[in-house]
């Protein structure tokens, strides 16, 4: 699915971590780790050419990325710190836009992508007057409609409570299973089960 | 407990209030529909035409009752704001959110009034005197308050909200008040006084006072019904709200 | 027409982020009202005095309510992390821009012209001059949109960029203005306002097709994607 | 002093984040020269056309300009969760306004005072009418900080608010733009400017003391401490 | 330090949890537990006055809050999901700020607060270039500077890697030691080892 060979981002022109090579083939999971500040966000934001990167290859699926930026944009799925969601509006609305904007599957149920990720009942509540954790699953319930076959999550399970967490867990097994890959970053002990190569970015020098 | 203080206390009760205000409330609804015909009659048909402004000076009795209410109003409105803030009476906040849009409509009328009153005697709708300025801009201070209250997700944030900023505005009353004396304007000055002789004859002042009178009472009316149906949306979910509505089924 | 989706749905969200505080779709009339009545009573008021000076007031009045929005335009989108989503997604952003471009347009130019009847009254503004006026500024609105979306575009990632946004659009309103205040001229001095109207238009179309890549471009910036 | 300390470090902390970007302190004269440029050309320009009214252009300028940035007052500080740090900290609400609107008038009110001349120039004001323009202006600008302080305490915590805060505003600048702009015309007409410079002061000094705390019970609304 | 009978916050006029009995001696660490929007946010900005609670009593340190709702935002020191940091001011000019606005220990180094939380170097940096677990310690940082006898934290850990885990609990385990008490919301398993009392705030029927 991803294959890159010495990796490495670019802040201010300098490396920000020692390169590293990735190998992430259909139905794998991968966790990038790192101290604070090692740079996997930035990591993520790179690869969808929202951050200067360099690798001596980079390939999704058979095309390179170097050469057509515009590869992953269509094939990956991206969620990070920041949830992209509208405050004003509610979970149903933020979702349908978010599907629609996202060129998936217009036929979800939104009822079902809620209970779902557990917030069943919230379907017409602004997200505004939700907590953090269920705004959290609220844009995570993207995930559930996606059928984009690489996931980019940063921290996934940030603000979860526990049945949050295997809901994510469910998920990405269910993805995987379908043959997709997911690339995630978490801190300390990851949460769940599932199998998953790591990789740790370290200081460039 | 001093008898006066204990009825406004029991006033301030929502059940209590509710039950007032359904008795009361059609008392002043007739009274102030029956002095308004009364004093219609006796200031279009009756008086007798003015020797300058022939029969355009009878908007007088709309204009001028109106004028007063749109400033009376914003008095009322802001000492319940004062109210609301200070102890955080509930009955006090949505009584002053009651007296927004019914002072706002007087405001308009008075404006309304004002401009095609200003054609005949001035020669234009609209001119830029002082208080005429100023009435437009206890319009605008009802738009406010009726807007950032509306602005507010919670009711009473909102309420309190906009009671500051009515607090704030209050100075503009007595600027539009003052405004024929501070600058020298096209409006009329003062004609009716309540001490001193009024520069106005009798014959034209009595429908005016009528009118005035009747312009209060359905202040009155309309903001008990307001307020009475704001507290029963308010309080929908308790018991003496269902008690309420069984009753009056 | 599954290939406008995308567009569709971001100009729904637009529209129902407005509606959703329908209070606000009658405050730039409000606005406007305001400003005018600065003016008014600036100017001192009587209706000689003011009948010259409000077309021209008029125009800014409303190039200054269509301004003020400006910055929420793009502002939350890049806050919560929509603008980002945009960039990493598989949309045009150049549809995008048009779809923004046109909740835009229809919030704002629409709004103000049809409040302009009584703008022009409070301004004594003579009645003939009217239609004039609501063609220029149906079709100047329009132009100032664009303008405004390259512009907000441009200042999405800058904090508190209000008087830099100004300092980057008033420039480019002057010839809507100056031809937009034209027409009105020509028709009080008996001419026949057709070329200023046809130059707003020509400007407009210009700007219809420049504007949102340019925007989108805008955009990009900041990102390594290229446009 | 240590009890000012904390009023001090808000003060130090507004003055540096907008020091921060130096190009912003220029922006708010760079808007004001816009739209006194807008006008001129909108009113035709010629120096006999302008001079008139070139006093309450540039009066509705200077109001403009600072209007503007009051969306920026207390937004940031409420996105970030500052203003929950205040309330849920020990420090006097009412001082940290104080704190807030001296370094808001600072910024703004002396700024655009002090650019007065050049916008005067390009509007053709009479040069004798400039002393009294600038006495009034700074005195006005106070003022207008402080009303500015209250709608934007109103409006903080209020989503898109900045049309919400026109409505609130104006009406409020009204009076100080009556004695403004009256102080200057009583010198053009040969009388003397006291009598408005002094109704001038005394609202200035009135709003200076009720508008901290207004705007302090305001951002109190929607948490549960009394203000 | 903490006393509380029959506690429950308010929305909308209902009771959000089940109420719950609190008592906090000084020395002690509390941990609330509950899952995605059981309102632990909600109660610890209740506790400050940023929304409305009810209770049988409430006390801290002998002063009746129900009545003095001032008293606690004197001897409390809250840090919630959202940091209070100004991207545009360095780490220091933050940090300065926050310690006079809370009108804590002037004396305080900064350079020694940033070394102390592991971002030794970042003191001149604007916080809107710092990575999520950068600008989470610089927040943190307050802590350590802190005098104040009750500290509210509002999921401290998220977001940061391992040794910045090991930084807070040491922080924690020095403002016990002193007598200082600290009331903590976390998910799933506590990353620390310090002893804790656990609240569980459930359904409120
Ligand atoms: C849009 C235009 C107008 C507005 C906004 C307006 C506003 C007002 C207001 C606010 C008052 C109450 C003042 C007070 O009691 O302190 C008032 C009173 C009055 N107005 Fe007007 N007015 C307008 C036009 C006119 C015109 C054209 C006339 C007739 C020439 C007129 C005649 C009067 C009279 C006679 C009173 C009673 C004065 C008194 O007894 O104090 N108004 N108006
Ligand atoms: N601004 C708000 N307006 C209305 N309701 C809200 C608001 N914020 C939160 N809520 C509701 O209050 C409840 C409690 O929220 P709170 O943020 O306290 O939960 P929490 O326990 O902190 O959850 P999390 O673990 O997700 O952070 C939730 O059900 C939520 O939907
Ligand atoms: N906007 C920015 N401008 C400049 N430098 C930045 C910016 N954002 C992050 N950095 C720097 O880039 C480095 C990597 O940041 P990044 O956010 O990728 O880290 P991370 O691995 O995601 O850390 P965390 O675990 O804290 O989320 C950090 O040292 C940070 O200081
Ligand atoms: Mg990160
Ligand atoms: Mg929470």
Same mark, same amino acid.
């Given at each position: 699915? #991803? ?43 790179? #690869? ?19 050469? =057509? ?15 992209a969601l509208k405050?004003d509006l509610t979970?149903r609305e933020n979702l349908r836009y978010n599907l629609a904007i996202g060129d998936e599957?217009a036929?979800?149920? %939104? ?5 779902? #990720? ?5 379907? /017409?509540?602004?997200? +505004? ?31 979860? /409570?526990?049945?949050?967490?295997? %809901?994510? =867990? ?34 460039? +020098? | ?75 009322? @409105? ?166 309420? @509505?069984?009753?009056?089924? | 027409m599954t290939a406008l989706r995308p567009y569709q749905a971001l100009l729904a969200r637009d529209l129902r982020l407005a509606f959703r505080r329908r209070?606000d779709l009658?405050?730039p ?11 008014? &009573? ?15 007031? &008029? ?7 269509g301004?003020?929005s400006l910055?929420g335009l793009f502002r939350p989108d890049v806050?919560d992390?929509t603008l980002?989503q945009w960039l990493?997604g598989p949309t045009s952003i150049v549809g995008l821009m048009y779809a923004k471009a046109l909740a835009h347009w229809l919030l704002y130019g629409v709004g ?26 149906? $079709?100047?609105t329009l132009?100032a949109t664009q303008?405004g979306i390259i512009?907000a575009a441009?200042?999405a ?5 209000? $008087?830099?946004?100004?300092? &980057? ?8 203005? &100056? ?28 700007l219809l097709t420049?504007a949102p890549p340019?925007a989108a471009?805008?955009l990009? $910036? ?6």
């Open positions: 699915m #991803l294959q890159a060979e010495s990796l490495t981002c670019l802040r201010d022109e300098e490396a920000l971590f020692a390169p590293i090579d990735i190998d992430l083939p259909p139905g794998h999971l991968l966790v990038l780790e790192g101290r604070n500040g090692a740079g996997k966000t930035t990591l993520l934001r790179a #690869l969808l050419g929202l951050h200067p990167l360099t690798a001596k290859s980079l390939h999704f699926r058979g095309t390179d990325v170097l050469r =057509e930026r515009h590869a992953l944009c269509s094939g990956a799925l991206w969620l990070g710190h920041l949830l405050g979970v599957d036929a979800e149920d %939104v009822d079902e992508l809620c209970a779902n #990720l557990g917030i069943a009942g919230y379907e /017409d509540t602004p997200t +505004r007057s939700l907590s953090a954790g269920q705004r959290k699953r609220a844009a995570l319930a993207r995930l559930a409609a996606s059928r984009r076959p690489l996931w980019l999550l940063d921290e996934p399970f940030a603000n979860l /409570d526990g049945p949050g967490m295997a %809901v994510v =867990e469910r998920l990405l097994a269910t993805h995987l299973a379908r043959g997709g890959s997911a690339m995630l970053t978490s801190h300390g002990v990851l949460p769940i089960t599932l199998p998953a190569t790591t990789v740790r970015l370290e200081h460039a +020098r | 407990m001093n008898p006066v203080w204990r009825w406004f206390h029991q006033l301030g009760s929502p059940p209590y209030f509710y039950r007032f205000a359904t008795r009361w409330m059609p008392w002043f609804g007739i009274s102030a529909l029956l002095l308004t015909v009364i004093g219609m009659y006796l200031g279009f048909v009756e008086a007798p035409a003015d020797y300058l402004q022939g029969d355009s000076f009878r908007i007088m009795y709309i204009h001028v009752p109106a004028a007063w209410m749109s400033m009376f109003i914003y008095g009322v @409105m802001a000492l319940n704001g004062a109210i609301a803030l200070i102890w955080r009476i509930k009955l006090s906040e949505l009584l002053f959110l009651s007296c927004a849009p019914i002072g706002a409509m007087f405001t308009a009328i008075t404006l309304i009034t004002g401009m095609f009153w200003g054609k005949p005697t001035w020669g234009a709708y609209w001119v830029w005197d002082a208080r005429l300025t100023s009435e437009l801009v206890l319009l605008f201070l009802y738009f406010g308050v009726i807007g950032l209250a509306s602005a507010y997700d919670d009711l009473r944030q909102g309420a309190r909200a906009a009671a500051v900023l009515a607090l704030v505005g209050v100075v503009n009353v007595p600027i539009i008040h003052f405004s024929v004396k501070w600058w020298n304007t096209l409006h009329q000055g003062e004609t009716v006084r309540i001490m001193g002789k009024s520069s106005i004859d009798s014959s034209m002042l009595w429908p005016l006072l009528i009118m005035a009178l009747a312009t209060k009472l359905y202040f009155v009316f309309a903001l008990l019904l307001r307020t009475r149906s704001a507290l029963a949306e308010q309080e929908r979910g308790k018991q003496w709200v269902r008690e309420a @509505m069984v009753e009056a089924a | 209070a009658l405050l009339l409000g606005f406007a009202v305001l400003v005018v009545l600065l003016f008014g &009573i600036a100017l001192g008021g009587t209706p000689e005095r003011l009948a010259p000076v409000s077309a021209p007031v &008029i125009w800014v009045t409303v190039l200054l309510a301004f003020l910055d806050d992390g980002d990493a103000l012209t049809l409040s302009t009847p009584l703008l022009a009254m409070l301004l004594n503004l003579p009645v003939d001059l009217l239609p004039v006026m609501l063609a220029a500024l149906a $079709i100047g132009g303008i512009a441009l200042t990632r800058l904090r508190r960029s209000g $008087i830099l946004l100004a300092l &980057i659009v008033m420039p480019l309103y002057l010839p809507l203005l &100056i031809f937009g205040s034209g027409a009105v001229d020509a028709v009080r001095l008996g001419e026949s306002p057709k070329g200023a109207l046809l130059l707003l238009a020509a400007q407009t179309v210009l420049l340019a471009a805008a990009r $910036i900041g990102s390594d994607n290229p446009p």
